[in-house]
């Protein structure tokens, strides 16, 4: 038996063994998966608790780009659905940092819906994260260029679903005031 609750729980688990060791770069040094339980709780929120492949996904949206789990251990476990989502939110991580910052707002707008949703809950999460504990050796200039780019990011991710847009608003108003 494999219930939307046994399923939620088993990604939460497996997000939380993946990513062990990892933790936020700012001074709080909050443990990664406090961004990933976050983006979950965003993401089930808006939806009403309406779509468990939408908060498996935001459980494991970084395994793939942080954590030495490959794209078959999440068919495996999780289902191709999760997997192809996950796989739809990551980066290249072979390109430098700075094209793959340009792909993400090039390449967002065709992306799904769900993946879309994703992408306005993780950024909502790191503008937080950024506003109450920047990473350390951050320049004003780089907080700056984080909270504009997150913005063009999102850009396309508009009229999905406005609860998640609305907490993204929230976070970006707020780290404007705060870096802009
Ligand atoms: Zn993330």
Redesign the pocket.
Known sequence: MSTDLVRLARAADYAARQHIAQRRKGPRGEPYIN?LTE?AALLAEATDGGDVVLVMAGLL??TLEDTDTTYEDLEQRFGAEVAALVAEVTDDKSLPKEERKRLQIAKTPAKSWRAKLLKLA?KT??LRSLVQSPPSGWTEARLRDYVVWAAAVVQSCRGLNAAVEAAFDAAHDEASRQFG
């Open positions: 961004h983006v949206h970084d993780d999460s790191n």
